[in-house]
């Protein structure tokens, strides 16, 4: 176990499944105490039992991160039960892919609602008990499609991801003492988001890359971990990670 991760307090969105079951798994088996949250109660459950059967600690909370008062009572939980938070990682996401042409504009309110408005919900939770206590962590989970953007299928997506970066660099500069911010840009990741799009040409097209081209969602899960086991004075600010194969 490392010593800067067991028993820190950390809150992961997004949790039932992909990266942030993965992220739970590996940071539980590292001494972390976790708190969980997905709008899906019944697989935090299982990973909840999984992880306390191979020693570690983590509570399940419902939660749909893009209510606002869904993320504040999360954080209150976590407060209740750990005592403090030290980090939250937003990982939550969406991706339904479409060209913008098919004006696909209630996936595109969606994708807003959970990728932008569920970061800034989280952060909203936190930010005060952190600057109270002097410490804290955010990771924000990004995109190497907010990096580059992802036309002609993923523009709506790509914008969601530049703003988490642009959220992410003004929190590093305007973040209290103590505080410290991590972006996180993911490539192709073995996850669910292959399986959002509801445009049928779209969704084949998405699953044959994915296919030729996904890593294991621990390739993110270990990211997350070197940027939270560092020491107090020292901030990840962006880790980009991508498969070797994967060209965009």
């Known amino acids: 176990m490392n010593a800067n991760i067991k028993d820190k307090v950390v809150i992961i ?29 019944d697989r935090l459950e299982t990973l909840v039992a999984d992880i306390a059967r191979d020693g ?13 008062e869904d993320m504040e009572a999360l954080a209150a939980r976590a407060v209740e039960h750990f005592g403090r938070i030290d980090v939250l990682v937003n990982n939550a996401g969406t991706m339904p892919l479409s060209p913008l042409a ?18 800034l919900y989280g952060i909203a939770a936190v930010l005060p008990r952190f ?13 190497v499609a907010g990096i580059k953007v992802f036309a002609p299928i993923g523009t ?10 642009a959220i992410s660099e003004g929190l590093r500069m305007e973040a209290p003492d103590g505080v410290r911010t991590t972006i996180i840009s993911p490539g192709a990741v073995a996850s669910e988001l292959k399986l959002h799009s509801s445009d049928s040409d779209t969704a084949a097209a998405v699953q044959a890359f994915y296919e030729a081209n996904e890593i294991p969602a621990d390739s993110v899960a270990r990211a997350i ?15 980009v990670l991508r498969p070797v194969a994967q060209e965009f």
């Open 225 to 239: 971990a070197y940027a939270i086991e560092q020491p107090a004075n020292v901030d990840i600010s962006e880790i």
């Open 102 to 119: 098919k004006v696909m504009v209630e996936e595109w309110d969606r994708t807003i609602d959970i990728n932008i408005k569920g970061v």
């Open 56 to 68: 570690g600690s983590a509570i399940a909370v419902t939660t749909d991160v893009s209510r606002r």
């Open 13 to 41: 969105t997004g949790a039932s499944s992909g990266l942030g079951e993965a992220t739970a798994r590996h940071l539980g088996a590292m001494g972390a105490r976790l708190v969980l949250a997905a709008r899906r109660a």
């Open 156 to 165: 709506v997506y790509s914008a969601t991801k530049f703003a988490v970066r």
């Open 131 to 143: 600057a109270a206590q002097g410490s804290g962590h955010v990771i924000n989970v990004a995109s």
